[in-house]
């Protein structure tokens, strides 16, 4: 069985030296010393002042929404390629998700489509980094002035990209990341904030903890989100080789181009200028190839190569959302083009060049 994706672990007996004084503190939980350790590491990772821990993305993302204290019925504009989390996360806060179409280039959120959708209802632009592929931060950066908007970015895929040398943990009013086992870099399961705002520190540590500010005040409406001491112990870890990580699926890259690249039907997206890529994915887009996507899918499915139609359905497709204003796929045709066409390939640093040439056989036959 191949699946899409495998989690990284580091040696063994490097994650038990790392948890072995976990033993004699008996200190599992509540922000201790792995927790804190693993925030300024991440914080001189990523070259930015603030890192924020979570046991999961999904609510780091939530919690940065609520941070922001957006008025409830706002408007937030977004993207429907995307994990459904993304959406999840505006309404779970009480917020109205409007959905933008994407650039057919490296199918991030268009930003003269979101402007397109801004109105005086509008309080936040959420765009999504897709596949490790940076959205056009300036363009959004230059919107959330001139309209005086919040822009948060899902930057779930993003970790360990940069765009000229700054970190994707630098844009925007916070960024949001995964740390999801499935992800380029793990912490078992596990999320991150990141952000310039001094004055955040202290909200979001409360919100993520009860709104507990003390031990006796309780400062606001919280929840429970924070990472455990051996989520932050196995990130330690990882952190240490997430850069030949990084390299290594690059080199399986290398090798899907070499036989997939420039063949007629078959669309692999480019290196984008001026980005370091972390290669978190690899998206094929058969249009007009032999073979459609889901033929495609059930081929490699019946070899034991388990792909990813991701992301498919769109968000603004979905039940649970067909009832909104802005939903319906016939309103964002470049975003369905792609989601009724897309296959993420398996990827990750230990696939054998004799699997990669299976599954291209595959494909190709």
């Given at each position: 069985?191949?699946?899409?994706?495998?989690?990284?672990?580091?040696?063994?007996?490097?994650?038990c030296?790392?948890?072995?004084?976990?033993?004699?503190?008996?200190?599992l939980?509540?922000?201790?010393?792995?927790?804190?350790?693993?925030?300024?590491?991440?914080?001189?990772?990523?070259r930015?002042?603030?890192?924020?821990?979570?046991?999961?993305?999904?609510l780091?993302?939530?919690?940065?929404?609520?941070?922001?204290?957006?008025?409830?019925?706002?408007?937030?504009?977004?993207?429907?390629?995307?994990?459904?989390?993304?959406t999840?996360a505006i309404?779970?806060?009480?917020?109205?998700?409007?959905?933008?179409?994407?650039?057919?280039?490296?199918?991030?959120?268009?930003?003269?489509?979101?402007?397109?959708?801004?109105?005086?209802?509008?309080?936040?632009?959420?765009?999504?980094?897709?596949?490790?592929?940076?959205?056009?931060?300036?363009?959004?950066?230059?919107?959330?002035?001139?309209?005086?908007?919040?822009?948060?970015?899902?930057a779930?895929?993003?970790?360990?990209?940069?765009?000229?040398?700054?970190?994707?943990a630098?844009?925007?009013?916070?960024?949001?990341?995964?740390?999801?086992?499935t992800k380029?870099?793990?912490?078992?399961?596990g999320?991150?904030?990141?952000?310039?705002?001094?004055?955040?520190?202290?909200?979001?540590?409360?919100?993520?903890?009860?709104?507990?500010?003390?031990?006796?005040?309780?400062?606001?409406?919280?929840?429970?989100a924070?990472?455990?001491?051996?989520?932050?112990?196995m990130?330690?870890?990882n952190?240490?080789?997430?850069?030949?990580?990084?390299?290594?699926?690059?080199?399986?890259?290398?090798?899907?181009?070499?036989?997939?690249?420039?063949r007629?039907?078959?669309?692999?997206?480019?290196?984008?200028?001026?980005i370091?890529?972390?290669?978190?994915?690899?998206?094929?887009v058969?249009?007009?190839f032999?073979?459609d996507r889901?033929?495609?899918?059930?081929?490699?499915?019946?070899?034991g190569?388990?792909?990813?139609?991701?992301?498919?359905?769109?968000?603004?497709?979905?039940?649970c959302?067909?009832?909104?204003?802005?939903?319906?796929?016939?309103?964002?045709?470049?975003?369905?083009?792609?989601?009724?066409?897309?296959?993420?390939?398996?990827?990750y640093?230990?696939?054998?060049?004799?699997?990669?040439?299976?599954?291209?056989?595959?494909?190709?036959?």
């Amino acid at each position: 069985m191949i699946n899409v994706t495998r989690a990284f672990l580091p040696d063994y007996e490097e994650f038990c030296r790392e948890i072995r004084d976990m033993w004699d503190s008996h200190w599992l939980t509540n922000m201790g010393e792995k927790h804190q350790a693993l925030e300024r590491a991440l914080e001189a990772f990523f070259r930015v002042p603030h890192v924020t821990l979570f046991t999961n993305g999904h609510l780091a993302l939530e919690t940065a929404l609520q941070a922001l204290n957006l008025p409830r019925g706002g408007e937030v504009i977004t993207t429907p390629f995307t994990f459904v989390s993304t959406t999840h996360a505006i309404v779970r806060n009480g917020l109205v998700p409007v959905f933008g179409d994407i650039k057919p280039e490296d199918y991030t959120l268009d930003p003269e489509k979101v402007r397109a959708l801004i109105t005086d209802k509008t309080v936040a632009i959420l765009p999504v980094h897709v596949y490790g592929r940076l959205c056009d931060v300036e363009a959004f950066e230059a919107l959330a002035r001139e309209y005086n908007l919040k822009l948060i970015y899902d930057a779930a895929h993003a970790f360990g990209v940069e765009k000229e040398g700054v970190s994707s943990a630098s844009f925007g009013d916070i960024s949001m990341f995964s740390f999801h086992a499935t992800k380029v870099y793990h912490t078992i399961e596990g999320g991150a904030l990141s952000f310039r705002e001094d004055s955040l520190v202290q909200l979001v540590n409360d919100l993520k903890n009860f709104g507990i500010r003390n031990a006796e005040e309780v400062a606001y409406v919280g929840g429970n989100a924070k990472m455990s001491e051996f989520q932050a112990a196995m990130g330690l870890c990882n952190l240490r080789h997430v850069r030949e990580q990084i390299a290594a699926r690059g080199r399986v890259v290398e090798h899907y181009n070499s036989r997939l690249g420039n063949r007629s039907g078959l669309v692999i997206p480019g290196p984008q200028p001026g980005i370091t890529p972390n290669y978190a994915y690899y998206p094929v887009v058969f249009d007009g190839f032999k073979k459609d996507r889901n033929q495609v899918f059930s081929e490699l499915k019946d070899q034991g190569i388990i792909p990813r139609k991701y992301f498919y359905p769109l968000t603004n497709g979905i039940s649970c959302y067909r009832d909104l204003p802005s939903a319906g796929e016939e309103k964002t045709p470049l975003a369905a083009h792609v989601a009724q066409r897309v296959l993420c390939l398996p990827l990750y640093g230990e696939l054998a060049p004799q699997d990669v040439d299976r599954i291209c056989d595959t494909v190709l036959a």
